[in-house]
């Protein structure tokens, strides 16, 4: 089991650093990812924090998707893409969950949350800085139990911002499509205006229940106005 805060702490840092290390000044404007050729995930880059998820492009008659399995296990997917939210606020994607992992025998914590960091489905938008401590990410989840609509700090750091995009088994096995204003979420979350977002990721994870969780994602499109 890897704990929330040293999960957390690694993704950003992991992206932080990459983000610093190979961003150009240029700014990457709208981003569509409908995963329907085999090497669609050769630009994301891969964050392993306990044990490899299975990420796989997989088709659909003429649809394509990206598949994660996880067995116990937790490792996320990050994009690079640098854009204003307040010119391009516009988030979307389709989701469908097949698995969610298993929070049934998972102990209380002393400090009232429950050790239930692991979730199905989950899409993070995230506003890198070169100070660590102000970096802020949005995380959009679907989570078995969380009433929808629900909002968050993570129990072990306030910079990340959880929102239940959807909840409950009533969509299991279905696609279900989302959209998101980054710039509307960010100031109702953080009181303040966004910087720039520097990543897109995505994660399905199970450690922490150690359990199993399998999910699916397509039509991931970031970095647009309102349609």
Request: with cysteine; hydrophobic share 40%; aromatic share 14%.
């Given at each position: 089991?890897?704990?929330?805060?040293?999960?957390?702490?690694?993704?950003?840092?992991?992206?932080?650093?990459?983000?610093?290390?190979?961003?150009?000044?240029?700014?990457?404007?709208?981003?569509?990812?409908?995963?329907?050729?085999?090497?669609?995930?050769?630009?994301?880059?891969?964050?392993?924090?306990?044990?490899?998820?299975?990420?796989?492009?997989?088709?659909?008659?003429?649809?394509?998707?990206?598949?994660?399995?996880?067995?116990?296990?937790?490792?996320?997917?990050?994009?690079?893409?640098?854009?204003?939210?307040?010119?391009?606020?516009?988030?979307?994607?389709?989701?469908?969950?097949?698995?969610?992992?298993?929070?049934?025998?998972?102990?209380?914590?002393?400090?009232?949350?429950?050790?239930?960091?692991?979730?199905?489905?989950?899409?993070?938008?995230?506003?890198?800085?070169?100070?660590?401590?102000n970096t802020k990410a949005i995380e959009?989840?679907?989570?078995?139990?969380?009433?929808?609509?629900?909002?968050?700090?993570?129990?072990?750091?306030?910079?990340i911002k959880i929102i239940?995009?959807?909840?409950?088994?009533?969509?299991?096995?279905?696609?279900?499509?989302?959209?998101?204003?980054?710039?509307?979420?960010?100031?109702?979350?953080?009181?303040?205006?966004?910087?720039?977002?520097?990543?897109?990721?995505?994660?399905?994870?199970?450690?922490?229940?150690?359990?199993?969780?399998?999910?699916?994602?397509?039509?991931?499109?970031?970095?647009?106005?309102?349609?």
């Amino acid at each position: 089991m890897l704990n929330i805060k040293v999960k957390t702490v690694i993704l950003l840092t992991f992206i932080i650093t990459t983000l610093t290390e190979s961003y150009s000044s240029a700014l990457n404007i709208q981003k569509i990812f409908n995963f329907q050729e085999k090497d669609s995930i050769k630009d994301w880059q891969e964050k392993i924090f306990k044990d490899r998820v299975l990420y796989t492009i997989e088709a659909e008659h003429t649809e394509g998707y990206l598949l994660a399995e996880s067995e116990q296990s937790c490792s996320g997917l990050f994009y690079k893409i640098k854009f204003d939210p307040k010119e391009f606020p516009m988030i979307s994607w389709r989701w469908k969950v097949l698995k969610f992992p298993d929070k049934s025998q998972v102990a209380q914590e002393k400090s009232g949350w429950v050790e239930k960091d692991d979730y199905a489905a989950r899409l993070y938008v995230i506003f890198p800085s070169i100070i660590f401590t102000n970096t802020k990410a949005i995380e959009y989840v679907w989570d078995e139990d969380l009433e929808e609509g629900s909002c968050m700090s993570s129990p072990y750091m306030e910079n990340i911002k959880i929102i239940v995009a959807e909840s409950g088994k009533e969509n299991i096995n279905q696609w279900v499509y989302e959209q998101r204003d980054i710039y509307s979420d960010y100031i109702k979350l953080f009181g303040r205006k966004p910087p720039l977002v520097g990543a897109i990721a995505v994660m399905t994870d199970a450690d922490n229940t150690s359990s199993t969780a399998e999910a699916m994602y397509t039509d991931i499109k970031v970095g647009y106005k309102y349609e």
